[in-house]
C-alpha cells in the first residue's frame, strides 16, 4: 500500500522559514512528475511546485517563484519543499503528490487515467 506523508509544517511569523518533507512508503519515487499542492479554505487546489524527470524539470507557481525550492532524495524516498520569506498568504494546508503526468505550464496534474498518490497534508500558517 503507498503512502506518502508530509511533515514540517506549522506557525511562523511572516518573513520565515520552513521545510516540508513527504515521505513515500510502498513507493519509489520515478520520473513521474512529483509536487506539491496547497488549499486555503473557500479556494481551489493550487499547484505549488513540481520536480519532474529526476530533477530535469521544475515549475513553480508564480506566488512562490524566487522564495520556494523543491527537491528530491531519491536514496531517503523524500521529497522537500524549502519555503523561504513567508507571507500570510502562504497559509494553507499543504499537501505532496507523486505519480501525476506533468504540464511545463502548470506542474503536475491528475485524471481518470493517473490519479497519483497524495498525502494527508500538513498545515501551514504565517502571521503578519
Known amino acids: 500500500r503507498v503512502q506518502l506523508v508530509e511533515s514540517g509544517g506549522g506557525s511562523v511569523q511572516a518573513g520565515g522559514s520552513l521545510r516540508l518533507s513527504c515521505v513515500a512508503s510502498?513507493?519509489?519515487?520515478?520520473?513521474?512528475?512529483m509536487g506539491w499542492f496547497r488549499q486555503s479554505p473557500g479556494k481551489k487546489r493550487e499547484g505549488v511546485a513540481a520536480?519532474?524527470?529526476?530533477?530535469?524539470?521544475?515549475f513553480y507557481a508564480d506566488s512562490v517563484k524566487g522564495r520556494f525550492t523543491i527537491s528530491q532524495d531519491n536514496a531517503n524516498n523524500t521529497m522537500y519543499l524549502q519555503m523561504n520569506s513567508l507571507k500570510p498568504e502562504d497559509t494553507a494546508m499543504y499537501y505532496c503528490?507523486?505519480?501525476?503526468?506533468?504540464?511545463?505550464?502548470?506542474?503536475?496534474?491528475?485524471?481518470?487515467?493517473?490519479?497519483?498518490?497524495w498525502g494527508q497534508g500538513t498545515q501551514v500558517t504565517v502571521s503578519s
Open positions: 520536480i519532474y524527470s529526476g530533477g530535469f524539470s521544475t
Open positions: 510502498g513507493y519509489t519515487y520515478s520520473n513521474a512528475c
Open positions: 503528490a507523486a505519480e501525476l503526468f506533468y504540464s511545463p505550464n502548470s506542474g503536475c496534474y491528475s485524471d481518470l487515467g493517473r490519479p497519483g498518490y
